[in-house]
């Protein structure tokens, strides 16, 4: 093996990917790309320049190129800048997890975003995170994982995360409705569609601890890479 490994880690909505993709990277001294926060950090740049939404799907692949979205590797992650402008918070916001789903289903928003995700790769030693990593980005990772979870867990984990309380059944109910419904979209869309990557193991963490998920995956990393 040439460069370090490609560790790739897909699944539906709060799965709890990005957390413990930045915890698998922490501990083998990796790098964390949440390739989420691209698809985000452009439904940001749409809204904040007021393109309404029914113009998103015309929009060619060059009509991006003006927000200036790019990968500042920092540390154990990458950085999403719009501009010079880091994005954080404003990445989580109900107003763009309500619409980067549909936005992300567009070809040209796809393609638009593949390259500066395969430069955060390129030299390999990369924990990634999404919907395709496995599939479309890094088909040749040397490590892929499926991170699933049942519904009512994924929904209850989401809304701990964003509350820091627990919710009421109706909130729950709520919470889970909306990660279905973006899981439907992710899944049914035509291009790079939510699917496990062949050869990949797939973690139900419905009744895993953090540590024991963590564990998992770092034990089969060490299984397939001999590391
Ligand atoms: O954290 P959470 O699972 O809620 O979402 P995310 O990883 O931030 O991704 C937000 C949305 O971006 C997803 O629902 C997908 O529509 C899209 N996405 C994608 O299409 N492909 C990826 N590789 C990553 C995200």
């Given at each position: 093996?040439?460069?370090?490994?490609?560790?790739t880690l897909d699944g539906p909505a709060g799965s709890g990917k990005s957390t413990t993709a930045r915890?698998?990277?922490r501990r083998l001294?990796?790098?964390?790309?949440?390739?989420?926060?691209l698809y985000r950090a452009l439904t940001f740049a749409l809204l904040s320049a007021g393109i309404r939404e029914e113009e998103w799907p015309l929009l060619p692949q060059e009509a991006f190129d003006r927000f200036r979205i790019w990968l500042r590797p920092s540390g154990p992650r990458f950085q999403v800048l719009l501009g010079d402008r880091?994005?954080?918070?404003?990445?989580?916001?109900?107003?763009?997890?309500?619409?980067?789903?549909?936005?992300?289903?567009?070809?040209?928003?796809?393609?638009?975003?593949?390259?500066?995700?395969?430069?955060?790769g390129r030299e390999g030693a990369l924990v990634a995170d999404g919907r395709?990593?496995?599939t479309v980005v890094f088909p040749d990772a040397e490590v892929k994982i499926f991170l699933t979870a049942d519904l009512k867990e994924r929904a209850f984990r989401r809304f701990l995360e964003r509350q820091d309380r627990r919710p009421s059944e109706e909130e729950l109910e709520e919470e889970a409705r909306n990660?279905?419904?973006?899981?439907?979209?992710?899944?049914?869309?035509?291009?790079?569609?939510?699917?496990?990557?062949e050869g990949a193991m797939e973690v139900d963490t419905s009744d895993l601890t953090f540590e024991a998920q963590v564990g998992v995956i770092i034990n089969h990393v060490k299984v397939l890479t001999r590391g």
């Open positions: 093996m040439e460069r370090p490994p490609i560790i915890e698998v990277a001294g990796f790098r964390h790309l949440d390739s989420g926060a880091l994005l954080e918070e404003e990445l989580r916001t109900p107003e763009v997890t309500a619409r980067v789903s549909p936005l992300s289903a567009l070809p040209a928003v796809r393609a638009w975003l593949l390259e500066a995700q395969r430069q955060a395709d990593m496995g990660i279905r419904e973006r899981d439907e979209r992710d899944s049914s869309r035509s291009v790079a569609p939510l699917k496990k990557a």
